[in-house]
């Protein structure tokens, strides 16, 4: 079997060429990225077994998902990889991109060993640890996977603050499969349960409008509190699958004098509130589900309750909530329809639903969703607009993608959102537009040049809207087969009561790769951003899998350099250093900073 992280080399270069390619989101961080991809790439999808639909709904561009439904709808038998790059005409770069989402099952194979440790070190105030990230992984040869993460955060007293394991059982027999530990449930839209930690809007109008694969799946990220931890059970019988799972987990809270809970989610735990807060309440979870599919359409329904250990102001003083979901997808010509509907048993319900066209090398969809004023479940994981809680949220998704001329690829959505409520007399509820217009044009000698347009426009109380434009770029040539020369720049304009700011941020950097495993990456960042609403987020090639989307705001420059040794295909060593000397626009002397960044993976 050739398992998902089947090479070393697979698994390094889930890094800023992964970016580059198709991960269009913004105003994200590095862990909220690798905790997202993190659920893609611990649950990969078998190649013989997956449907055209659910690579539809990875979040791959156009370009890497074209061959493969190609592939898929003609049913082209595939051997291996080599076989898959010779009829795919895939770059091996790309080839390897796609090997994080995808397995083969058609020889049987060793057991795969994957251990990652990253260690970052800051000298802002003083050195000290300021991130460390160890995890191991087991893929099993009959299909089986076992996994272990333990993390420290800047600050934390422990050396492993957070830890968690997991565990998959392949199919045992008559389609049941289990799974124990910490798992994510992936059902409907993330209504009330979603294995995807990061729902955005994207320009991928597909995998935003539909959803993922019904399914549990382990979980080895980094997201502390937004998992299910106990066991799970799935039984396929002809077209129905039953689905049962119980958890009992701690999560972060904060607990008043007068006894009620109040979630906490960042998983940081430094200061002394932090600390007492941590698994301060036991939440108890059992659910039963059932779906039928008949081929690429689906029916299902599911129902849960959640016991806490102590009342929650989010359910309205109780200490338990329970509800249940429909789901549907179906298909009509080139039309395909998905949504869900949930309940709680507070009243308070929400709906998504949508549809997408297929026509050509055209992809269009449309989706409305509706939150209630007070919906809210502690694992829910759909798009939105306001992702504070309560929910109180309506809006409406439209997105277009098509290929131009055969090498430009342009997509593009507009969303109107609005809250149902503001809670405050005599203010409306804030509403808005957001647009994105992306412009993707690539050659045959891999450069390539991607230019997006994006402009928010929320009203609020007379006086106060905020209309924010943003213009994005990225290029990419290669002077040869190993060497690139690469920019990314951003320009943030934002017009707030009358007040007008601008903020920019462009990245400058370079790459050098040797047979013999060594690559070279070493670049510039520089930025202006005057104001919090010109802040720029600006991706910045270092350290593999760490997806470096910093956070740019007063004025100044960054220098980075990133070496990488890969040692018999099973060791891999990463080294990083970063300088930055950055100021606030209201000071005048400038703060330096230096980080060192390690990592080692090795395959076994």
């Not at 251990?115 to 191991?136: C, H, I, Q, W, Y």
């Not at 290669?478 to 007008?500: A, P, T």
């Amino acid at each position: 079997m050739l398992m998902l992280m089947d090479s070393l080399v697979a698994e390094n270069l889930l890094s800023e060429a992964l970016l580059d390619q198709f991960l269009d989101f913004e105003n994200v961080t590095a862990d909220e990225i690798e905790s997202y991809l993190e659920q893609f790439t611990t649950n990969p999808l078998i190649w013989e077994n997956c449907s055209v639909a659910e690579i539809e709904v990875l979040p791959l561009s156009e370009r890497l998902k074209e061959p493969l439904l190609n592939l898929k709808t003609r049913k082209i038998s595939i051997r291996d990889w080599a076989d898959f790059a010779q009829k795919t005409g895939l770059e091996r770069e790309e080839v390897e991109i796609v090997k994080l989402f995808f397995r083969f099952d058609q020889k049987p194979g060793p057991n795969r060993i994957s251990l990652l440790n990253f260690t970052s070190m800051a000298s802002d105030p003083e050195l000290d640890v300021n991130k460390n990230l160890a995890r191991g992984k087991i893929y099993y040869k009959d299909g089986g996977m076992f996994g272990i993460v333990a993390e420290k955060d800047a600050g934390e007293r422990n050396l492993w603050d957070y830890r968690n394991v997991s565990l998959q059982i392949p199919v045992v027999s008559y389609g049941v499969e289990l799974g124990a530990a910490a798992f994510r449930f992936n059902w409907g839209h993330g209504l009330l349960f979603s294995r995807n930690g990061m729902p955005r809007k994207s320009l991928n109008v597909v995998s935003t409008i539909l959803s993922r694969a019904q399914q549990f799946g382990a979980y080895l990220g980094s997201d502390e509190n937004r998992y299910l931890s106990g066991v799970n059970f799935t039984c396929r019988k002809g077209g129905f699958t039953f689905y049962s799972m119980a958890s009992n987990h701690c999560l972060d809270a904060a607990i008043s004098d007068s006894g009620y809970g109040s979630f906490r989610t960042s998983g940081i735990h430094v200061s002394e509130g932090e600390l007492s807060g941590k698994g301060a309440i036991t939440e108890k979870t059992l659910g039963v589900g059932l779906l039928y599919a008949s081929g690429d359409n689906q029916w299902g329904a599911l129902a849960f309750r959640s016991q806490y250990s102590h009342s929650l102001k989010y359910y309205f003083g109780n200490n338990y909530v329970q509800g249940y979901s429909v789901y549907q997808k179906f298909s009509f010509g080139d039309w395909v329809f998905s949504g869900e509907g949930a309940f709680l048993n507070s009243g308070e319900f929400a709906v998504i639903q949508g549809c997408i066209l297929r026509q050509g090398g055209i992809k269009a969809g449309l989706q409305a969703r509706y939150f209630s004023d007070q919906f809210f479940t502690s694992n829910s994981g759909a798009v939105k607009e306001f992702p504070a809680t309560p929910s109180n949220e309506k809006g409406l998704y439209a997105g277009l993608s098509t290929k131009l001329l055969s090498f430009y690829q342009v997509s593009a959505y507009v969303d109107f959102f609005a809250k149902n409520r503001s809670f405050e007399a005599g203010v409306n509820p804030p509403k808005g537009t957001e647009a994105l217009l992306s412009v993707h044009r690539r050659w045959k000698k891999r450069h390539f040049i991607d230019i997006r347009l994006k402009r928010v426009l929320t009203y609020q109380s007379a006086g106060e809207d905020i209309l924010k434009d943003q213009i994005s770029f990225s290029w990419r040539y290669y002077f040869m087969k190993y060497f690139w020369f690469s920019s990314r720049g951003v320009v943030v304009r934002s017009n707030s009561v009358g007040i007008k700011n601008i903020g920019s941020g462009i990245c400058l950097y370079s790459a050098y790769e040797q047979s013999k495993g060594l690559q070279i990456t070493a670049g510039t960042t520089h930025f202006y951003c005057p104001s919090n609403d010109t802040r720029v987020y600006l991706f910045e090639p270092g350290t593999p899998l760490r997806f470096n989307m910093v956070s740019l705001y007063g004025t100044g420059y960054r220098w980075f350099m990133t070496v990488r040794q890969e040692f018999r295909e099973r060791i891999d060593l990463v080294a990083t250093v970063k300088t930055q000397s950055k100021r606030r626009i209201t000071e005048n002397r400038f703060h330096n900073s230096f980080i060192v960044e390690f990592q080692m993976l090795v395959d076994l």
